[in-house]
């Protein structure tokens, strides 16, 4: 039962971390795609102010991820960070060539240092996503189990390239949902209909690469497969696309507030589905929760531990993100109402 408790949890970090830090990457894939200098002057300049407060903090979820994995559940640990330690380690280099070029462009003054810090982190926005899901896909797909080795063959299959596909076109509907309401925030009108055409382009994207996932699916992820197509799995899969189709509404109507929130349900019942289409299995069909789970003593102390972190620090982060998305972290200076 404790083994059961902290999968659930970690399923549920999972999904916390592919909304929050999927705002984050989708922020940097529309920074990639902006446009020459001239022309990407003012979405550049929404996406510095949208990010600046929170992007570091939803790296808390990863903690929380890896610390869950490393303790309750040693032997998948193993697994995934013996057979797929490449994407991982790839994902790891964009995060911190992310930040990095986030938090040195905007105070470089010279143009050339500006391009090479904005290309790193508009470009690792990218990647990054890309490997995370390709991550998931090498261990719906199959190929990985106990005492699997490091090779192309464990993650560079198409449900592999189809996960990684799915996190990147999941990261750009968010970023563009939420900065379609940054817009309107920070009184930017002449961007709201910029980002909401890219929500629809990028919802509509998503659905496609989701359809086309589900349909060419690796024949060895067939336990997955079934998963996602039958019972509680294709019941939280069709909510995904629900509320997806509600997010592109809502984006674009008098209520486009209300799309954040539809966003992040429609990529949280996304990871929702995958891990309801692989339960009970964490590395399918090969190990499950139960043969993955480490010594009862730590699980239950680590139980107590997660529900007092939850406890403490979630709360503090909606604060976070509540006082963020009503603007109060990051006023407008007088310079930036000039522009």
């Given at each position: 039962m404790t083994a059961n408790i902290v999968a659930w949890i970690l399923l549920l970090v999972i999904a916390a971390y592919a909304c929050g830090g999927g705002v984050?990457?989708?922020?940097?894939?529309?920074?990639?795609?902006?446009?020459?200098a001239a022309r990407g002057?003012?979405?550049?300049?929404?996406?510095?102010?949208?990010m600046a407060p929170v992007w570091e903090v939803n790296n808390v979820w990863l903690i929380f991820v890896l610390i869950l994995m490393w303790t309750g559940f040693p032997e998948f640990f193993q697994t995934v960070f013996t057979a797929l330690w490449l994407p991982l380690a790839?994902?790891?280099?964009?995060?911190?060539?992310?930040?990095?070029?986030?938090?040195?462009?905007?105070?470089?003054?010279?143009?050339?240092?500006?391009?090479?810090?904005?290309?790193?982190?508009?470009?690792?926005?990218?990647?990054?996503?890309f490997f995370l899901g390709a991550v998931i896909g090498g261990v719906a797909s199959g190929r990985v189990a106990p005492g699997t080795?490091?090779?192309?063959?464990?993650?560079?299959?198409?449900?592999?390239?189809?996960?990684?596909?799915?996190a990147v076109a999941a990261t750009a509907f968010l970023?563009?949902?939420?900065?379609?309401?940054?817009?309107?925030?920070?009184?930017?009108t002449d961007l709201i209909g910029y980002f909401r055409l890219r929500a629809r382009i990028a919802g509509f994207a998503l659905l496609v690469v989701g359809v086309i996932g589900v349909t060419l699916?690796?024949?060895?992820?067939?336990?997955?497969?079934?998963?996602?197509?039958?019972?509680?799995?294709?019941?939280?899969?069709?909510?995904?696309?629900?509320?997806?189709?509600?997010?592109?509404?809502?984006?674009?109507?008098p209520a486009s507030g209300?799309?954040?929130?539809?966003?992040?349900?429609?990529?949280?019942?996304?990871?929702?589905?995958?891990?309801?289409?692989?339960?009970?299995?964490?590395?399918p069909t090969s190990l499950t929760v139960q043969e993955a789970a480490g010594a009862s003593e730590p699980l239950h102390w680590m139980l107590f531990v997660t529900a007092v972190a939850l406890v403490l620090i979630?709360?503090?982060?909606?604060?976070?993100?509540?006082?963020?998305?009503?603007?109060?972290l990051e006023p407008l200076t007088e310079e930036d109402v000039a522009e």
């Open positions: 984050d990457y989708g922020a940097g894939f529309w920074d990639l795609f902006a446009g020459g002057k003012r979405p550049r300049w929404l996406i510095d102010h949208a790839l994902a790891a280099v964009g995060m911190v060539l992310r930040g990095a070029g986030f938090a040195l462009r905007k105070p470089t003054r010279n143009l050339a240092g500006r391009r090479i810090y904005g290309a790193a982190f508009a470009v690792s926005s990218l990647l990054t996503p080795v490091a090779s192309a063959h464990a993650w560079a299959n198409t449900t592999s390239v189809m996960a990684g596909l799915v970023g563009a949902v939420f900065l379609s309401v940054d817009a309107r925030r920070f009184g930017a699916t690796d024949p060895q992820a067939a336990y997955v497969h079934h998963g996602l197509t039958h019972g509680a799995g294709l019941a939280a899969l069709l909510a995904a696309v629900a509320a997806l189709v509600l997010t592109t509404w809502l984006v674009s109507g209300w799309a954040r929130y539809s966003s992040v349900a429609t990529v949280a019942l996304l990871v929702a589905a995958w891990g309801l289409a692989q339960r009970p299995y964490l590395v979630g709360p503090a982060l909606v604060l976070l993100y509540r006082l963020d998305t009503r603007g109060v």
